[in-house]
């Protein structure tokens, strides 16, 4: 089959590789979409600690083999990645924090992903779908479920006011989920002015370019002492730092932006957390118990009732023969994006 392997740092050639053939108790997934994920550029920019690997665990796809001891009702079945693979026996899994494993795979970085042709995965982790849901944005359905499990994290309730800090691919689903759970405001910052124009297509009411403005003084006269819950989506220290004056006491904020692991913060913002009583809560993947968690559910919910947009979210498409080109391009900051499908060639 064909894959896009990530050969070393900033390396990915488009080339064969051997077809999977599924073992005992896995299914292969016949890829149909692919979303490209912030971590994979990452991966590539940065580097990876494994060579070589397929990228990619935003993927949808039909089931077209099974393994000794799955169900052949399975075949045929449309599904979706559901990319963390959990050992279920530590004493994390069996509390149900999947993505605290002692030891886990994930597909698409510790194990081959669905750059690709084919995936081969344990049964556990095919998200079965009806089969008219578009495969676009099936793909898109892992992305979503780590907005959908930041907002449970914070413990959003209907009414509150939030502000959504970053307005890339996560921001932009948190600002969805905000909208559909019915938050009272929906404050959303970003430097670039196309990201702000799709996080108020998708729900955002108020959107500000710190770049432009103050963002501490805007978020002031609309919400006095601050929002109820912040949710930082740029990896940016400094806005994390300003995501606490930016919460009301006894707010919330969830992190799910990557910081750079080589900068350093002045504690000050600490005291500020402290004399606010203020909870700073950490998000890391989308899980919850009974795997894949409700997360999962409620973003095939409302992709079926039609309120998550996944159409907006959508800036490129591209065969996945292009993906080394678009990965260079990505790197070069000489493609600007939001979320990009690639597809294996047959199915364009
Ligand atoms: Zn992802
Ligand atoms: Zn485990």
């Known amino acids: ?47 990876h600690r494994m060579y070589p690997l397929v990228l990619g665990h935003e993927n949808s796809g039909v089931v077209d083999r099974v393994g000794d001891g799955v169900s052949q009702d399975y075949m045929g079945k449309h599904a979706a990645i559901i990319p963390l693979v959990p ?22 970085s510790r194990q081959p992903g669905g750059f690709a042709e084919f995936v081969d995965l ?13 495969f676009e944005h099936a793909a898109l359905i892992e992305p979503s479920t780590v907005a959908r499990h930041m907002l449970a994290l914070g413990d959003f309730k ?42 108020s297509k998708v729900g955002a009411r108020v959107m500000l370019n710190p770049s432009k403005v103050d963002v501490a003084k805007e978020v002031q006269k609309l919400v006095g002492d601050g929002v109820d819950l912040a949710l930082e989506a740029t990896g940016v220290p400094q806005v994390l730092e300003q ?36 909870s700073l809560i950490g998000c ?19 992709l079926l009732a039609g309120t998550l947009d996944m159409d907006a979210m959508i800036s490129h498409r591209f065969p996945l ?20 499908i690639l597809k294996p060639e047959e199915v364009i």
């Open 321 to 340: 023969s292009k993906a080394p080109e678009v990965f260079e391009e990505i790197a070069a900051h000489q493609l600007a994006h939001q979320k990009i």
């Open 243 to 278: 995501s606490v004056s930016l919460t009301r006491p006894h707010g919330k904020i969830v992190l799910a932006g990557n910081q750079p692991l080589d900068k350093t913060l002045p504690l000050t913002f600490i005291e500020n957390m402290m004399r606010r009583e203020i």
């Open 158 to 199: 209907r009414g509150q006011t939030a502000i959504v800090l970053g307005a890339g691919s996560i921001g932009l689903m948190i600002v969805q989920w905000l909208r559909i759970l019915g938050a009272d405001r929906i404050i959303v910052t970003d430097v670039l002015e196309d990201n702000l124009a799709i996080a």
């Open 1 to 47: 089959m064909k894959a896009a392997v990530l050969e070393d740092k900033k390396v990915m050639t488009y080339k064969d590789v051997p077809t999977p053939e599924p073992g005992p108790g896995h299914v292969r997934l016949k890829i149909k979409a692919i979303s490209i994920c912030g971590s994979d550029i990452k991966r590539y920019v940065d580097g």
């Open 284 to 302: 890391f993947m989308s899980y919850s118990a009974p795997f894949p968690g409700r997360e999962w559910a409620e973003t095939l919910a409302a």
């Open 122 to 134: 344990p049964e556990k982790n095919i998200f079965i779908l009806p089969d008219d849901l578009s």
């Open 87 to 108: 050992c279920f026996e530590c004493e994390e899994c069996k509390r149900g924090y999947y993505s605290a494993c002692h030891s886990y795979s994930f597909i698409g």
